[in-house]
């Protein structure tokens, strides 16, 4: 898109003509005197609130939003600009300059550069605009909002939503540090509903859609009389304004200065632990004045540092919410189990382990490193069980695999570490082949141990990390495990 330039007024140019320029070439961008008596759309204003979007993401013609801007409620924005010697995209924050390409844009009639970081929500380019509102704000009206939950939580779990109410008056930030099971977001519910009854804007960010799907009907649940919108990429009534949202990492790139109260559910997690973009996008949806609440139960060694330097506030919830120990994983040597693989065999170690729960009726957990070995050790085990399957991130019947090993219709389910987390069975043991794999991280040994031992009827589990040699990532995963079982019992959170 091209731009006419008039006394400050941009207007979009139907023709490619000299004196329009691409809207990365115009050096200020100002806003429009606000016309108070102009009528504006009340849809376009809960649509755009606290967005920066593309004008193919608007429902809404471009003769409507530019009268919007024209009359002061819109506002244009650059897409992607050159600073000095370096592109930078506004929508991303990306600035790495081989996540750049340039291309013979049609809309333009010039070479282009345009973002490759977030391509996948959109192509902006040097002639894209982003809209913005700068209207008045949509009326929150929840002061009235109530939670609807009966339940109690543990001491544990109290300590850390009283802490918790807390940040959100202090405008500040919280690490609440729990252990897998221990009842996260029961814990969030006290904390959502101050802040909603001060009509403050919330949203629930995770890295993974499986949880924003799983999360939303249970927060709508306890808050029936507010709409709870889930966003993630192909869901739809993104264009619905709400006071709690709860979104994907990735989708957070649209929204600038829009949050009041952002919880950030397992802040370790692939891809936002390892993607400095994603970082960019959650701190950036906060308001200048709000809080922030981070959720895991495996915080990194940068993390855990800031905690025993006090140099961030946080809460510990070492137990579960049943009150029983965390299961803690033993180690077993198997020898060069990778060489017996290729010859279509397994440790009899490994073998007489399985073996023996599918006897007894008792569902395994199995991790391995590697897709490719999935098949192999599936067809090992189909001698003694033919209800098994494998489950990896691209499997296309993956979450159907998952819901049969909930119902008990499965005996073993070989899984690589995409069931690190996220999922609850309800009586398992777990095992993980070839544990010394530099895959399996601390973090990823601490919640795959977390999978064992979860509900009240059967607090505990056996877990073995079977490998070819001790590593430090196994050393230190089972002291974080000791630990949380020794602070635990020392205040008194243990039965």
Not at 17 to 42: G, M, V, W
Not at 90 to 108: V, Y
Not at 452 to 465: C, S
Request: proline share 5%; net charge positive.
């Amino acid at each position: 898109m091209r731009f006419l330039i008039q006394s400050n007024l941009l207007t979009p140019a139907t023709k490619t003509i000299e004196q329009t320029k691409r809207i990365a070439d115009i050096p200020n961008l100002l806003s429009q005197p606000t016309n108070s008596n102009f009528h504006y759309n009340p849809d376009l204003q809960s649509l755009l609130q606290g967005k920066y979007l593309l004008l193919e993401e608007i429902p809404f013609s471009v003769e409507e939003v530019h009268r919007h801007y024209i009359n002061g409620y819109c506002l244009y924005n650059k897409g992607v600009e050159k600073r000095r010697d370096f592109y930078c995209c506004n929508r991303c924050g990306n600035a790495n300059q081989h996540h750049f390409a340039s291309f013979h844009c049609a809309r333009c009639k010039e070479i282009c550069f345009y973002c490759r970081n977030c391509i996948m929500m959109g192509r902006i380019s040097e002639c894209t605009p982003l809209i913005s509102w700068i209207g008045p704000a949509v009326v929150q009206k929840t002061k009235d909002a109530k939670l609807q939950w009966k339940g109690q939580l543990s001491l544990g779990q109290q300590r850390a939503s009283n802490k918790m109410e807390q940040i959100i008056d202090q405008q500040s930030e919280l690490l609440i540090w729990a252990v897998c099971g221990a009842g996260k977001t029961e814990v969030l519910f006290k904390g959502i509903e101050k802040a909603l009854k001060q009509n403050k804007r919330v949203c629930i960010a995770t890295p993974r859609t499986d949880v924003v799907l799983e999360l939303a009907p249970r927060l709508q649940e306890v808050f029936p009389d507010i709409p709870v919108l889930p966003i993630y990429g192909g869901s739809e009534d993104k264009q619905l304004y709400s006071p709690l949202i709860i979104s994907t990492t990735h989708q957070l790139f649209r929204f600038k200065q829009t949050f009041d109260l952002i919880i950030l559910d397992e802040m370790d997690a692939f891809p936002y632990s390892y993607d400095a973009n994603l970082q960019y996008a959650v701190q950036t949806a906060r308001k200048p004045d709000s809080a922030m609440i981070y959720l895991t139960a495996t915080p990194n060694k940068t993390w855990r540092k800031k905690c025993q330097q006090n140099k961030i506030n946080y809460v510990t919830i070492p137990a579960r919410y049943h009150k029983h120990p965390l299961p803690t994983p033993q180690f077993t040597w198997c020898g060069n189990w990778e060489k017996r693989l290729e010859k279509g065999k397994l440790p009899s170690v490994i073998i007489d382990w399985i073996t023996q729960r599918i006897h007894s009726r008792k569902q395994v957990l199995l991790f391995i490193p590697k897709i490719a070995y999935m098949e192999k050790v599936k067809t090992i085990f189909e001698q003694w069980t033919p209800h098994l399957e494998t489950v990896y991130a691209e499997d296309p019947f993956r979450k159907e695999k998952v819901q049969k090993m909930r119902k008990k219709q499965l005996d073993l389910l070989i899984t690589t570490t995409i069931l690190e987390r996220g999922v609850t069975f309800s009586n398992i043991d777990v095992a993980v082949l070839g544990a010394e794999n530099q895959i399996f991280t601390d973090s990823a040994l601490v919640q795959i141990s977390g999978r064992a031992g979860r509900k009240k009827e059967y607090p505990k589990g056996d877990i073995v990390f079977f490998h070819y040699g001790k590593t430090n990532a196994m050393t230190s995963a089972k002291k974080q495990i000791e630990n949380s079982n020794k602070e635990a019992k020392e205040k008194g959170m243990l039965i």
